[in-house]
């Protein structure tokens, strides 16, 4: 949410179509729940979701969405 406190910050977040959010502290989950009128269910799990694990908001509709690294991928990212 650093993007959010940023002049204009909101502005941009709010026209962009797709929103990707990932894994959120306790201390700042409340903030971005507010922000994105999420559920309490989405709220626990961007506070628990685990590495490649997000939520995806598009077109007014919110889904778990996990990435999955191939083995072809691995040899780029962990080097």
Avoid: W
């Amino acid at each position: 949410m650093n993007f959010y406190h940023v002049k204009n910050g909101k502005t941009i977040i709010n026209i962009c179509s797709t929103r990707y959010l990932f894994k959120q502290s306790p201390g700042s989950v409340d903030e971005v729940v507010d922000f994105f009128n999420l559920s309490e269910g989405t709220k626990n799990f961007l506070t628990t979701a685990n590495p490649g694990e997000c939520v995806i908001s598009l077109n007014n509709s919110v889904t778990a969405i996990k990435f999955i690294i191939t083995d072809f991928e691995k040899q780029f990212v962990f080097t």
